[in-house]
Every structure is written in structure tokens, then in C-alpha cells.
């Protein structure tokens, strides 16, 4: 990969200095036709303060025209050693002027590639400029790519396409983007959007078809819904059924949860006596009510639906059922709960299946739950970063009297992930992320249907 993007830098460079100098001519009203120039270059090579080395060369360029507009360009490119073995190589330039009149502008272009001591990659490659006018006004673009992976074989990667114009009174607006992701404790923008967000003087913020999300901040979903952060949020049963599709089509991780995989991963949890493929058996609530002994009706949980966050209280069916406060308390003390429990090491666990948590309108999944019930209401599985390419233990139980599972991941206390036990015998269901108690978080669970090859093997 990395000779891939040397060489595809080195024939972008080349390029954007040919298409700068066009630029810079056309700014300098003249300039570098019977102009008078210079150039100037130079190289270095430093040692780390931390320990750390560093070596790589730059060079630039200034040309001033007869009208008074000015040009020039600029190139650096190297590679840093950090002191545990990671390495950033780098390589870009820039070019900018301004004309007589007063307009200032500029272009760049540039790449890093983080390789760290433990194998992982990520690449980054990008372009943009920007001109000020000598009002105040401002216009400015960029676009570039990105692909992250990991020592074990996860991936991800995107692409990114936007401007930005600033006048007088601070609007501004943006343009596109596609398949960024990060952890469920931080902000996300996921899956393909496309439109516009504009901020006006006043806040106003609007949206075509887009989602964007942040913590503590709005969220711009299509042409339909304006959500915040944290709370509730209606999405119908369509909405969550579409969104659904789009999830198990794009899915790419179906190794996960094979005896390979679990190889690969030996602090991986699974249950005593189970087969290659027990992992994704999807359970209904007749196998789950008769295994766990729920004898009664299963209760639903839909967020946004039946269960709604209001003004610091929470209310079910309408009615109020308390504060938010109280009912993050609740969940947290069912998690806490099936952390404690000590079940035996051939204890018998059903599977409940395999899942992706997404949020907003995202259709890829980097986040996978693989989930397991015991009789006595305990759940454990695991939880699997296709970012980061890392596996941790799942923690949790179910409330039997109210029908609430609440589990955590790893040695962490929060976030605490919570739905309606016989939720997750649907395909596709809404679930609450507690980050806090003043800070709640709706996101989606899709059900991931089993791989269709694969020979019952003991794990």
C-alpha cells in the first residue's frame, strides 16, 4: 500500500505544481510573464526531543508580478520514527498568491501513512484551497481518501467531497461524504450522505440527505428528522426495516465467530459445547421464553415509540415511568448484575445471534455484538472492532420481571448497552447506549443472518 501512495503522490504532485503555476500566472495579473522571481530551497533532517527521529527534505518557490500579484509553491515531504517502532511518512505541497486587487488564495495537496509498532495501518491522502476576497468573503473546497487497517485484517475506508463559503454575516455550507466511522463512546458520521448543512448568523442548520451526528451537538437526517444527540428519537418500523437491508447487504466480516476466527482471538468468550455456526443461530421468543422460563408476554421495547426520553423523565405507553436518572440507574444495576454472576465453565448458554449496532442512518456496521442467554437470565458474548481489529468480553443480564437486558463490554462500567430481551429475537431493533446518566444514546441493532458454508465442528 505504501508504495502505492508514494508513487500516486509523486504524479499528484507533479500535476498540482503544473495546474499551481497556471493558477499563480493567472492571480498575478501577469506576474510570471516579464515578471521578476526567485527560488530558494533547502533540506534538513532533525532528531526527536522524545526519542524519536525524523529526516525528509522541502523546498518552495516565490514569484512577484509587475501588477503586484504574487505566487509561489512549496513541497516538503519525510518520514518520522516514533520511539516505539510507528512510523508517519509524509509528502505534499501548497501553492498560493494574491492579485492586485486583494484577493488571496491558495492550493494543496498531501498524504500521511501512520504505520504502528503492532502492524496497524492508516492512509490519507487529500487536496483543498481557499481564497479570501478583500471583504471578508471566503470560499473553500477539499476532497480526499482514506483507508485504515489493522494487524489482524480489519479494514475500513471512505472518501470525502465538500466547500465551504463564509460572507459577512457567517453563513456557511458543506458538501458530501462517505463511509467514516468511529467507537459508540465518540461522534459519528456514517454510511453515504449527500446535501448540504448551512449555519446561518442565527444557528439555523439545514439538511437534504444527510445524516450527521456529535456529541452534545444536532443531527441533520434527510428530509425528514432533526434529532439531537442524546435522547429518543421515532423512526418507524419501515425506517428501521430498510435501514436493516441496507446493513446485511453491505456486511463483510462473516469470518467472525468460526473456529478460525476464534483461534485467532483465544480471549474470544464462547460457551462450553457449542459447534462451528452455534454463534449466529438467531433465536425466537418461543425458544427464548421456554429455555429462560417466561411464561408471560414478551414486552417490546421500541425507543422513540413506546419508550420515550421527555424532559428529563421517561415515559412508557405514554405514561410517565420516572426520570431518566432513575431508569439509566436501573439498567446500569441489571448489567452490574450479570457481571458478577459467576456461571459455571460448562454452564449452558443459547445463542441469541449475531448483531450490528449502527447509528443515525449508517449502513455499514464496524461494531458486532455476538450475544448468549443462560437459564438463569445471564448474558455474556462478545464484542467484536472491526476498526481496531479487537475482541472484548460481554457482560450483562435480564430484569425477568420487566423483560430489560443491559450488558457492558470489557472491564468498563459504561457505556451500558440496553433493549428489551425479546428485541433481540427481531431482525432489526432500536437499543439505548448509556454513556451517562445525563447522556443516553439511540442506536439500531441488525440481526446478521448465519453464513451459509461452514460444517458443524467443535469450536
Known amino acids: ?33 516579464g515578471g521578476s522571481g526567485g527560488a530558494r530551497s533547502s533540506g534538513h533532517a532533525a532528531v526527536g526531543t522524545y526519542g524519536g527521529s525524523s529526516i525528509g527534505s522541502r523546498s518552495s518557490s516565490q514569484v512577484v508580478g509587475p501588477r503586484g500579484g504574487t505566487g509561489g509553491t512549496r513541497s516538503g515531504s519525510g518520514s518520522i520514527t516514533t520511539p516505539r517502532g510507528g512510523t508517519i511518512d509524509y509528502k505534499g505541497a501548497a501553492a498560493g498568491g494574491s492579485t492586485a486587487r486583494g484577493v488571496t488564495g491558495g492550493k494543496y495537496i498531501g498524504g500521511v501513512q501512520v504505520t504502528t509498532a503492532g502492524g496497524h495501518e492508516v492512509t490519507k491522502v487529500g487536496k483543498g484551497g481557499a481564497a479570501v476576497g478583500p471583504g471578508g468573503n471566503a470560499v473553500g473546497g477539499r476532497s480526499g481518501a482514506w483507508t485504515a487497517s489493522g494487524a489482524g485484517g480489519g479494514s475500513a475506508s471512505g472518501a470525502y467531497r465538500g466547500g465551504v463559503a463564509i460572507g459577512p454575516h457567517g453563513a456557511a455550507a458543506g458538501g458530501t461524504r462517505v463511509g467514516t466511522a468511529t467507537g459508540p463512546a ?12 448551512a449555519v446561518g448568523p442565527h444557528g439555523a442548520v439545514a439538511g437534504r440527505t444527510t445524516a450527521v451526528s456529535g456529541a452534545g451537538g444536532t443531527a441533520v437526517a434527510g428530509r425528514r428528522t432533526a434529532v439531537t444527540s442524546y435522547g429518543t428519537y421515532h423512526r418507524s418500523a419501515v425506517a428501521v426495516r430498510g435501514q436493516g437491508v441496507y446493513v446485511r447487504q453491505s456486511f463483510t466480516h462473516y469470518d467472525c465467530f468460526s473456529p478460525r476466527w476464534y483461534a485467532r482471538y483465544p480471549g474470544a468468550w464462547f460457551a462450553a459445547g457449542w459447534v462451528a455456526g452455534t454463534p449466529w443461530r438467531a433465536a425466537t421468543w418461543g425458544t427464548v421464553s421456554s429455555y429462560a422460563g417466561y411464561s408471560y408476554e414478551p414486552v417490546y421495547y421500541d425507543y422513540g415509540s413506546n419508550i420515550v426520553y421527555q424532559d428529563n423523565s421517561v415515559y412508557i405507553d405514554g405514561e410517565k415511568a420516572g426520570s431518566t436518572d432513575e431508569y439509566v440507574e436501573k439498567a446500569t444495576q441489571i448489567a452490574s448484575t450479570g457481571k458478577e454472576a459467576k456461571p459455571e465453565k460448562n454452564e449452558d448458554f443459547m445463542p441469541l445471534g449475531v448483531f450490528a449496532l449502527v447509528q443515525g442512518e449508517e449502513q455499514t456496521a464496524y461494531h458486532i455484538f455476538q450475544l448468549a442467554l443462560s437459564k438463569k437470565g445471564v448474558i455474556r458474548g462478545t464484542y467484536y472492532n472491526a476498526v481496531t481489529d479487537s475482541t472484548e468480553t460481554v457482560y450483562g ?58 460444517t458443524e465442528k467443535p469450536m
Open 1 to 33: 500500500m505504501k508504495r502505492i501512495v508514494v508513487a500516486g503522490l509523486i504524479l499528484a504532485l507533479w500535476l498540482f505544481t503544473a495546474e499551481s503555476s497556471s493558477l499563480a500566472q493567472r492571480r498575478g495579473g501577469g506576474g510570471f510573464r
Open 186 to 197: 465518540g461522534t459519528t458520521v456514517g454510511g453515504a450522505s449527500r446535501g448540504g448543512v
Open 397 to 454: 443480564s435480564v430484569d425477568a420481571k420487566t423483560q430489560r437486558a443491559a450488558w457492558t463490554v470489557g472491564d468498563r462500567k459504561s457505556p451500558v448497552y440496553e433493549a428489551g430481551i425479546a428485541n433481540l429475537t427481531r431482525d432489526e431493533t432500536t437499543v439505548l447506549i448509556h454513556y451517562s446518566k445525563e447522556k443516553t444514546q439511540q442506536w439500531t441493532l441488525v440481526r446478521i443472518e448465519q453464513p451459509k458454508e461452514g
